[in-house]
């Protein structure tokens, strides 16, 4: 019961992904096909609005709820981002679907995407079979 404001934060982003339009399949291969600037303004703003907030989280040594100290690690260029983003980006282009709106596509209905959240699952399982001998 102490964890059910968790299921309402998760059910007021649903909404917000569905009405923006941000499960539409048609918005996404729309902005894969560099054929409107949508997605490309709802993804800059999310950058924007969490690069402001570390900002002001390291600035002002701001903690979380309980009171701990929220540490951010710096991180050092590696490839193998480069090459997880160009297959996930690969997946989300070919699918229509990123793992975030793919529960709000199927709640919204379009239960074809359970065959995509298999196979994010099964890419899982994959990679955390494949971990060891992947770059880090």
């Not at 969490?50 to 690690?73: D, H, M």
Request: overall charge positive; some cysteine.
């Amino acid at each position: 019961m102490k964890n059910i404001k968790y299921l309402f934060i998760g059910l007021l982003f649903g909404i917000v992904l569905v009405k923006s339009q941000v499960v539409s399949w048609f918005r996404i291969q729309e902005m894969f096909r560099l054929q409107a600037f949508h997605m490309y303004g709802i993804i800059g703003s999310a950058i924007i609005v969490a690069l402001l907030f570390i900002l002001l989280i390291k600035r002002f040594n701001i903690k979380t709820l309980s009171g701990e100290q929220v540490i951010i690690p710096t991180k050092k260029f590696n490839w193998g981002n480069v090459y997880g983003g160009l297959i996930f980006g690969l997946g989300w282009a070919i699918t229509g679907a990123c793992p975030g709106p793919l529960f709000a596509q199927i709640g919204g209905g379009f239960l074809v995407i359970g065959v995509t959240l298999l196979s994010a699952i099964a890419g899982t399982w994959v990679y955390g079979l494949l971990r060891d001998k992947l770059p880090h």
